[in-house]
């Protein structure tokens, strides 16, 4: 994986005063270094600057960017982050139109496949993806994000100038840039954080290009968004055994397919079906090539003894771990965290995400991906398997199946709990939500076949494909990239999601079972211990000395006059907080972010307005 970033003027000649944007690519790309630690390069013409920081995983030798491609008096230059599985076929397919390869990178294959096809080049990518082309012929600027919205992409329009890169940092390093605040980023921060609004970058001014979207930008075109893939609803037609073979086929092919690497791959084994299925499949193929599977299990110091089983985390994950490792025969490697990592960490998630994030859910992961990347760069997860084939409690809890709101968010009530009373005046967040919430459910595909439940049951995944899990690919993006590290999620293939997306509830969660249809599709690969375990989400601490640690770094910044998310608390409420046992069992998002994850969450939210000095619009 890389980090990109770059501009263009419709206007402007960036020709003139080359030396100053050079300048500014090199402080772009140098923001997004972590992504991209092997290599970078800046591409600059009249109109247009490309910045690219790389990760070498495919042809190590020849994959430097931005790439530049000329077919007779027509230029094309291209600054890429993704991996793309079906490069071969396109190859092949290109060479036979009479295209010449240069190199074994993908990155080529995608730039002359668009010199080829123009466009349509992106509904014939299989892979995780966001890029940038320029054409000097047509005087145009393209931007390219994957269908599933698995690689980032941010933009910003100042004036007549697009500016864009893969992390808001990369945008932020431009001079015509200030970080601001307003209501909708202050509602998006408190109100769904960590999830986001698609194409909402939070930043004032800043959006993010959308999954399965492209934008076009050009000296005779003003700025335009268009759809290259979206999800289909169709009534499904096959039959169960048929169904479960398919689903079984396309898994198995696209863990394959994302196996393709120039250097040793990993994988992380929690023990779950999900990331167990991807691990057992690795494992069969490295062994073919008389090589040994590595794979990671996270979890916390002393987690033994301080785990306490609830409805949402029934079960510990290392029995299970130890059962697929000599089950596959993986080299396996156990790493812990512990309380202090743990909080350190919060503050480089900040900096990963220019945001908060997912609190300790995603400074854990952060250090565990520390630690993998010490001796690999590329690793496989078992992500979006739970959003796909319908994992999570809401799926089928009648409260969250009737609940007019995001049905991992149904109460309110914690995120204004500890804030001021004119702050949440200001917000109006119930307004704001309800307003994301229903232009969500009016976006979701319909399918006339349906029945009114199965409507509701598909408004349900819309909103998980849209929402919850992009979160955890934000997550898995920026916790890895941040030490060059390019994990890839098989199961976000839009093969599978648009087929999965059309099963029935009945097909997917046969005879009850919670993703039966991906157990069934499992026989045969995984002993049936682990195909039929109970659910048990990411690993988090229940370590007391964990919690009274965040306590007093929040009562620190309490203590703080100067901290930036004073003006949003009220004292009284985080006191009181502070003193009353928390409650692990009603998360205010999703599974894991319960009260510790909320003080974890503001110490957080502080950081980031200190580290990017962001200024408040309006409040």
């Known amino acids: 994986m890389c980090g990109i970033a ?11 005063d080359g030396t100053y944007y050079r300048s500014i690519l090199v402080a772009m790309h140098e923001e997004l270094s972590r992504r991209g630690p092997d290599d970078a390069g800046v591409y600059l013409s009249g109109q247009c600057g490309l910045s690219h920081s790389r990760l070498s995983i495919i042809d190590l030798s020849g994959g430097h960017q931005p790439m530049i491609r000329r077919q007779g008096e027509r230029v094309c230059a291209i600054a890429y982050n993704g991996e793309l599985y079906n490069a071969k076929e396109l190859r092949g397919e290109l060479k036979d139109k009479g295209w010449c390869f240069e190199t074994s990178c993908d990155t080529e ?28 012929r047509e ?3 393209y931007l390219f994000r994957d269908p599933l919205g698995v690689k980032p992409l941010f933009y910003m329009k100042k004036e007549h100038e697009l500016i864009f890169a893969s992390e808001p940092k990369g945008i932020l390093a431009h001079p015509a840039v200030t970080a601001e605040l307003d209501r909708e980023g202050l509602n998006e921060v408190f109100g769904v954080g960590p999830a986001r609004s698609a194409g909402c970058g939070v930043f004032r001014g800043m959006r993010e290009v959308c999954p399965g979207e492209y934008i076009t930008y050009g000296k005779k075109r003003a700025l335009q968004r268009k759809l290259y893939w979206r999800l289909e609803s169709y009534p499904h037609t096959d ?8 689903v079984s086929e396309l898994v198995q092919d696209s863990i394959r397919r994302q196996m393709v690497s120039d250097v040793p791959i990993c994988t992380f084994l929690s023990g779950g079906v999900d990331s167990s299925l991807v691990s057992a499949v690795c494992a069969a193929e490295l062994k073919k090539q008389g090589k040994r599977l590595t794979t990671f299990s996270f979890d916390f110091v002393d987690n033994q003894k301080n785990f306490k089983a609830n409805a949402f985390q029934p079960s510990q994950d290392r029995p299970y771990v130890e059962k697929m490792a000599a089950y596959i025969g993986s080299e396996h490697h156990f790493l812990e965290c512990d309380n202090e990592h743990q909080i ?21 992961m952060l250090y565990f991906c520390s630690q ?21 409690p809401w799926f089928h809890k009648e409260e969250c199946f009737q609940a007019d709101t995001f ?14 009373d004119e702050f949440l005046e200001f917000l109006r967040m119930d307004e704001y939500v309800k307003e994301c919430y229903q232009k969500s459910i009016a976006e979701t595909p319909k399918c006339a076949e349906d029945s009114s439940k199965e409507a509701r049951r598909r408004e349900i995944s819309w909103l998980n494909l849209r929402w919850f899990m992009q979160t955890l690919l934000n997550r898995m993006d920026r916790t890895s990239m941040y030490s060059g590290l390019e994990a890839r999620v098989p199961f976000a293939d839009k093969r599978i999601v648009q087929y999965v997306w059309n099963v ?32 048990s989400p990411y690993p988090k601490t229940y370590d007391p000395r964990y919690e009274n640690l965040l306590k007093g770094r929040m009562r620190q910044l309490m203590m703080d006059g100067s901290a930036p998310v004073l003006q949003f608390l009220n004292k009284d409420k985080v006191e009181a907080f502070l003193a009353r046992p928390s409650d692990y069992g009603k998360p205010w998002y999703g599974q894991l972010m319960a009260g510790p994850q909320m003080l974890a969450y503001l110490i957080q939210v502080n950081a980031w307005m200190e580290r990017y000095e962001i200024k408040v619009r309006g409040y």
């Not at 294959?109 to 000097?136: H, P």
């Not at 078992?382 to 319908?390: K, L, T």
């Open 504 to 535: 029935s509830w009945e097909m997917k969660a046969k005879d009850g079972v919670v993703k039966n249809l991906l157990r069934q599709s499992g026989r045969g690969v995984l002993p049936d211990e682990v195909l039929f375990r109970r659910k």
């Open 407 to 420: 049905p991992w968010t149904m109460d309110l009530f914690p995120r204004k709990e500890l804030l001021a």
């Open 139 to 141: 005087d145009m600027l």
């Open 109 to 136: 294959v995608i730039l002359l496949g668009f010199m080829e096809y123009g466009v349509e080049i992106a509904s014939k990518l299989n892979g995780i993806f966001a890029f940038a082309i320029l054409d000097e």
């Open 372 to 392: 993998v990347s010490k001796s690999h760069k590329v690793t496989l997860t078992g992500e979006c398997a739970d959003e796909i084939f319908g994992g999570y």
């Open 239 to 246: 039959s169960y055994k048929r169904t479960v073979e398919t």
């Open 6 to 16: 770059g501009f263009y003027h419709r206007e402007k000649d960036y020709g003139k």
């Open 344 to 364: 350190e960490m919060l503050f480089d998630s900040v900096k990963a995400h220019d945001l908060p994030a997912m609190a300790d859910v995603d400074s854990s």
